[in-house]
């Protein structure tokens, strides 16, 4: 990690989102610089931020997300690219936690999968029904997990490392994340993540993919998205479940780490991608 911006003492630092956004704009500044990987900057050939923008202008932007007690952060290599390489959406929860609700680190530079969107270029709402199938088998097929719309930078170590020292900065002690997909919940697992909610319908799903289970039994080839051997690696469950193989839609489950320490719940035990 490079050298962390200055911070006030202990005593003079926000313990909050809604503290952080009450601030003037140089006071805040460092808290967003601090989010982004030294990887990222050297991948594109970013300058030291210097200067964030609210909403619009340069690489660096930021912005208090409508409707909610949080922040959102990008970093875009090309402004002109319709994807951030980097996004972070942070807020505060009612116990006065932290709560990372969006991360995502992508390489704009590679194809784009338009999963997220319909035939007419229609944004397609998060939870909804209404799927790109075609844009989903190219993603499939290209490695791509549900949910992704370009190959990854693989910098979500650092990326959640800077999150949890932004939290540790603050003074906020449990940072809680909600994964979109059956991936993103494994993968917070090897990054230090327990459940606080759904840690037995993780278990289940994993003995139910096992030979013998009722999952298995449905990975018989009949979609793309269900064939026999996507049972045993992570991002083949995941398109199945994507695809309704639980006979219900995914329900996110609440994962939370405490800042500094990591947990070693593991669902998928010998996993593979």
Do not use: C
Request: hydrophobic residues 40%; glycine residues 8%.
């Amino acid at each position: 990690m490079s050298p962390e911006p200055l911070f006030p003492p202990p005593s003079e630092r926000p313990g909050s989102i809604a503290g952080l956004l009450a601030l003037p704009d140089a006071a805040r500044l460092p808290y967003w610089e601090l989010l982004v990987p030294t990887e990222l900057r050297q991948t594109f050939a970013l300058p030291e931020p210097g200067a964030w923008h609210e909403e619009t202008g340069g690489p660096f932007r930021w912005f208090r997300v409508p409707g909610t007690p949080g922040v959102r952060v990008e970093v875009w290599p090309d402004p002109a690219s319709e994807d951030p390489a980097l996004a972070v959406e942070l807020a505060d929860t009612y116990l006065g936690h932290l709560e990372a609700a969006w991360i995502v680190i992508i390489d704009p530079r590679q194809p784009r999968y338009d999963v997220d969107r319909d035939h007419s270029g229609e944004a397609i709402p998060l939870g909804t029904e209404r799927r790109n199938l075609r844009e989903e088998l190219r993603a499939l097929a290209a490695g791509l997990a549900p949910n992704q719309v370009r190959p990854g930078l693989r910098m979500f170590r650092p990326l959640i490392q800077r999150i949890e020292r932004f939290a540790e900065l603050l003074g906020i002690g449990i940072l809680y994340v909600a994964p979109l997909a059956y991936h993103n919940a494994i993968k917070y697992e090897k990054y230090g993540f327990t459940y606080a909610s759904g840690l037995e319908e993780l278990q289940w799903m994993h003995r139910e993919f096992r030979p013998g289970g009722v999952l298995r039994r449905r990975m018989d080839g009949t979609r793309p998205f269900r064939m026999p051997w996507m049972a045993d690696t992570v991002r083949g469950r995941s398109w199945a479940i994507h695809d309704g193989v639980l006979g219900r839609r995914w329900l996110a489950p609440q994962m939370y780490k405490f800042v500094g320490r990591s947990f070693s719940t593991n669902t998928f035990p010998g996993a593979t991608w």
